[in-house]
């Protein structure tokens, strides 16, 4: 039997939630009752931003508007907080793949350091037994 796309598997009208993209991007945020505050963008989907804040969290159902370090401003509506946390619904799509991107090309060199780094931990030093090398 097929499922209507988009609905939970069960027969509720549930929406199926979308695949989240893992980030770590610093950015801003703004709403109708917080200043300008500091939060740690964790993951991402078309529609929807999860983040944590540096400061005061906004309330649930309050309008925000986060703008990324790639110069993108987002407006949407907190969904869920828990403590520091929250998830908002976006009212604009987010190019999750354009964003990937951006945020690789800005840390391009940090990735280089870290890519060395990890090839000089875990050189693989093959073990050699002279004893058994023929002369050349």
Partial sequence: MAFMEGFSSTGANERVREPRQRTLIRAKMSGERLHETEILVRNVSHFG???????????????????????????GDVRWVDGLNFGVMLKQELNVRQLGVTTQRRNE????????????????????????????
């Fill in 109 to 136: 060199k940090l990735s280089q350091s870290i890519d060395w780094l990890v090839d000089q931990r875990f050189e693989i030093k093959p073990v050699v037994d002279k004893s058994k090398l023929r002369p050349v």
């Fill in 49 to 75: 931003i999860c983040a944590t804040s540096r400061g005061s969290a906004p309330e649930r159902g309050e309008t925000v508007t986060i703008d990324l370090p790639s110069g993108e401003t987002y407006v």
